[in-house]
C-alpha cells in the first residue's frame, strides 16, 4: 500500500533536496529519496517501485529537472498513476512548460526560489511544504512524532504534524479571514448568504478544495456551503449547491517575497480577483496587493 513522500529532482538540485529530505524526516514525514536506499539494484525498477508506494511526489522544478528525461520519465509514470503532486518552484523567472507544464497546470506550487540562501526562509519554504503536504495526504501518511536532539535543558517538543480541516485564507493586508457563518442574511435571494470576514480563525473559516472542470470549488466545512462571488453585487456569499458564480482559480502569488504561501483567488466566471478593501469584500479586474492572499 502506497506509504511515502517521493522526492523527484535533477542532480544538479541534490544538497538542496538532502537537505529538505533530512529536515521532512526529522518532522516525522516517511520520505523517500534515492540517494537515502530509494535505489537498490536495477535503477528503472527501484524508480517504479518508489512511484508506487508513492501517496504523493514533489517534483523540484527547474529548467534542467524539465529537460531530464529520467525526470520526465518518473513524474510522467506518476502521473499516469494518479499519484498526487505537490510541485516546487526552485528558478526565478521561470515557469514550467511543455510536458511540465502540462503535468503541473493549475497545481498549487511552494516556492523555494532562493530559499538555499537564507535559513530562515529555508525554514519558512520547508513549513510551507509540509503544509501542503498534509493538507493534499496527510490523511494517508503514518506521521511519527518529531525527533528533537537530547540536550541537558531540552526546548519545548515540535508537535506531531496533522492535517488541517480545509484551507483557511487570512488577507495579506487586513489579516481578515473568510467566514462563513451559515447564517441566512438575505432571505429573499434564494439559499445564497453573503460570506463574512472573520479577525480570528475558527472552524467557519476552513474550506474543502474540490476539483471542477478547470476550476476548484471552496465548501465550508461547518455549513457545507460553497463560496461564490456575485459581480453584479460586487460580493462575496456562499450557497448551498455550486454554479459557475462558485467556480474559482487559486495561483501562487509570484510578485510575493516573503515565503508564505501567498495565493491570488480569481472567480473563474467573472475574471474578478477576491479583494478586501476597507474591511469589505470586492472584486477587481486588475491585480493589486489587495488581492494578496495568505493560505492557512
Known amino acids: 500500500m502506497p506509504s511515502h513522500i517521493m522526492l523527484s529532482y535533477q542532480w544538479d538540485d541534490q544538497a538542496l533536496v538532502k537537505k529538505i529530505y533530512d529536515r521532512l524526516k526529522d ?29 504523493v ?4 522544478m527547474s529548467p534542467a529537472y524539465q529537460t531530464s528525461r529520467s525526470c520526465k520519465k518518473e513524474l510522467n509514470y506518476a502521473d499516469s498513476r ?7 518552484m526552485l528558478t526565478n523567472n521561470w515557469e514550467a512548460s511543455e510536458w511540465l507544464g502540462l503535468i503541473t497546470a493549475g497545481l498549487l506550487w511552494v516556492d523555494f526560489r532562493n530559499a538555499e540562501k537564507d535559513e530562515e526562509h529555508f525554514e519558512m519554504c520547508l513549513s510551507s511544504l509540509e503544509e501542503e503536504i ?45 467566514h462563513d457563518s451559515g447564517e441566512i442574511i438575505e432571505p429573499t435571494v434564494s439559499s445564497r448568504i453573503t460570506v463574512e470576514l472573520s479577525e480570528k480563525a475558527s472552524e467557519h473559516c476552513y474550506w474543502l478544495e474540490i476539483k471542477g472542470n478547470g476550476c476548484k470549488y471552496y465548501r465550508n466545512v461547518v ?19 455550486p454554479s459557475e458564480r462558485e467556480e ?3 495561483l501562487v502569488d509570484q510578485t510575493d517575497q516573503s515565503y508564505q504561501r501567498a495565493v491570488i483567488v480569481k472567480n473563474k466566471q467573472s475574471g474578478m480577483f477576491l479583494a478586501v478593501q ?18 492557512e
Open 27 to 55: 518532522d516525522g514525514l516517511p520520505v523517500w529519496l534515492d540517494i537515502e536506499g530509494g535505489v537498490t539494484g536495477n535503477i528503472n525498477d527501484s524508480m517504479a517501485a518508489g512511484v508506487e508506494e508513492a501517496v
Open 57 to 60: 511526489i514533489c517534483p523540484f
Open 82 to 88: 494518479e499519484v498526487s503532486i505537490v510541485p516546487v
Open 134 to 178: 498534509m493538507f493534499n495526504v496527510g490523511h494517508l501518511l503514518a506521521v511519527e512524532e518529531p525527533q528533537g536532539e537530547v540536550v541537558d535543558q531540552p526546548e519545548p517538543s515540535k508537535p506531531r504534524l496533522k492535517k488541517k480541516p480545509g484551507r483557511g485564507f487570512r488577507h495579506a493586508l487586513s489579516k481578515l479571514y473568510i
Open 223 to 241: 455549513t457545507n456551503r460553497y463560496l461564490g462571488f456575485d459581480p453584479s453585487r460586487n460580493q462575496a456569499h456562499s450557497e448551498v449547491s
Open 248 to 250: 474559482w482559480l487559486m
Open 278 to 295: 476597507n474591511g469589505h469584500f470586492t472584486g477587481l479586474t486588475f491585480y493589486n496587493e489587495d488581492c494578496k492572499w495568505f493560505l
